[in-house]
């Protein structure tokens, strides 16, 4: 629809002979996915929302040849007591501090200019000229920056691993394979601001001693794809990448690689083979890609949104950085909220709000006033986290310390509703079907954990089968090659550990 509703504006705005008056620019996404389709016309701001191609004629006919803002058709919470609101004003936005998304919805991302008007680049030109590679990754370990792709390693440490090691060739690689059912962080960043990406990624050459960077994004984001070869297209044409770049002797060049689709490709070892031409499997580490990566040679691989924050910490300073968020967590984070939630979308919060904060302020709380269950963060392999825990500030390590991760930040709300034995079988199922094969624990040792947990669901387990299935996860966990099997089991331990009564009541129950 949106596509018809861009169509329609432009043909509306021709017919009309306002085409000094008024432009349609295209952008990435506004974050909040219920609302959608949204066009915002400037300068009022008026912030229409789930538009129809119908409604569009009213807007043209009213809002830009009359002046008269279409109350009707705005976005329910921005326009309040007779006065429009500012979007910063409306709940979903104003818990929010946009970062990594900073230009999402802002700019059109097919424009190279307008990433430039917005600072783009600015950074890159400041790194080239004013500092060393070991200022940079200096700067960056002052900022507390840690890898937004899951693990949470600290950036600027492994930004340093790749530059000591040792090596002829050296690259940088980002990380867009993103799997997580539900998850779209980094096909929004990539759609909706690519030229961030590539900053980010020549900046990191710069620093660890690399001129050649690979993207590695799935095949079923083609809109991602194409815009950020477009960008790519665009900022070699500039100068920005390339031979020489702002006159400096630093070159940096880079590619698209496409994955095929497979989940444990998100797995870097698994990553670095399926970029060699190989099958994407991982391998034991050490050594780790910062050593031996890329066709062997050391290799920086960080995420989209990790690599979205970087020009903006060049900018505003590694203490503008370090002082949002919690301790050991800085800066913001990128999550989608599904499930059980009214304001469906992307949300970038500071590290440290609490999980009710997410959820009740900017997620607008739970639909037809049901009571909040529990929250599944980090994906399929993450943990579900109890009502009891909704006051915990989310960082990296709260929730771990409550059996869940921060992953790359999928976010799923559950109400009363929801079994959550049929939502640990879920995430399992899931987990069964992209595992590599490669290892015992993983392959065959999930199969047998759903199989367990059908059997508990169909009302023919005993209570012997629950400690059976929590001893099988825990193994699991411990003896799994790589970090899809060792966190696999996190659903169903999770559950198993904050919602037994459930597990219980399927043994007793149905027997
Ligand atoms: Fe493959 Fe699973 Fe072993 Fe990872 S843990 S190597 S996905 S079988």
């Known amino acids: 629809d949106s596509l018809k509703i861009e169509e329609r504006f432009k043909e509306l705005i021709e017919k009309n002979d306002l085409k000094d008056e008024a432009k349609v620019v295209k952008t990435g996404c506004f974050g909040l996915c219920e609302a959608g389709p949204i066009v915002i016309v400037y300068p009022e701001g008026a912030f229409y929302s789930q538009l129809k191609v119908e409604d569009v004629d009213t807007i043209v006919s009213e809002h830009l040849v009359k002046g008269r803002i279409v109350t009707d058709l705005l976005y329910k919470e921005s326009y309040q007591e007779g006065e429009m609101q500012s979007i910063n004003d409306v709940g979903f936005y104003k818990k929010q501090e946009r970062v990594a998304l900073g230009n999402c919805g802002v700019i059109n991302p097919e424009v190279i200019e307008e990433y430039i008007a917005y600072d783009g680049y600015e950074a890159l030109g400041r790194v080239l000229s004013d500092m060393k590679p070991e200022e940079v990754i200096q ?127 998100g797995e870097e070892t698994a990553l670095i083979k399926s970029i060699e031409g190989k099958r994407g499997m991982p391998v034991p580490r050490p050594p780790f890609p910062a050593v031996k990566g890329i066709f062997d040679k050391p290799t920086l691989l960080n995420n989209v949104e990790t690599y979205a924050n970087i020009p903006q910490i060049i900018l505003r300073g590694p203490e503008w950085f370090a002082s949002i968020g919690t301790e050991k967590s800085k800066g913001t984070k990128v999550f989608a909220l599904g499930g059980k939630i009214n304001n469906t979308g992307l949300l970038e919060i500071p590290m440290g709000t609490t999980l009710r904060e997410a959820i009740y302020d900017v997620g607008g709380g739970i639909p037809g006033g049901k009571e909040f269950k529990a929250v599944q963060t980090g994906g399929p392999s993450g943990g579900c986290i109890p009502a009891a825990h909704i006051d915990t500030p989310i960082d990296y390590d709260n929730l771990i310390e409550l059996g869940s991760m921060m992953g790359s930040g999928g976010m799923i709300v559950m109400d009363e509703d929801n079994c959550m034995v049929d939502i640990a079988r879920f995430f399992l199922d899931f987990t069964v079907e992209e595992s590599c094969g490669k290892c015992t624990p993983c392959r065959d040792g999930t199969k047998r954990m759903l199989e367990m947990l059908d059997k508990i669901a169909e009302g023919k387990g005993t209570p012997a089968d629950l400690d059976k299935l929590k001893t099988l996860a825990k193994t699991i966990k411990n003896a799994s090659l790589c970090g899809l099997g060792q966190t696999a089991p996190n659903p169903v331990l999770s559950t198993l550990d904050y919602f037994m009564d459930e597990y219980e009541a399927h043994v007793h129950d149905k027997r």
């Open 139 to 265: 700067l960056l370990k002052d900022s507390g920056l840690r890898g937004r792709g899951g693990g949470g390693f600290p950036a600027g440490l492994k930004w340093d691993f790749t530059a000591k090691a040792e090596g002829d060739q050296k690259y940088v690689a980002c990380n867009a394979d993103e799997g997580d059912p539900g998850a779209f962080m980094d096909r929004s960043v990539l759609e909706g601001d690519p030229h961030v990406v590539i900053e980010a990624m020549a900046i990191a050459g710069y620093a660890v001693g690399a001129d050649k960077g690979y993207v590695y994004v799935r095949a079923e984001y083609p809109i991602a794809v194409n815009r950020l070869q477009i960008a790519i297209d665009q900022a070699k044409e500039m100068g920005l990448l390339g031979e020489n770049i702002f006159g400096t002797d630093f070159s940096f060049d880079m590619e698209i690689r496409l994955g095929a689709g497979a989940f444990v490709c």
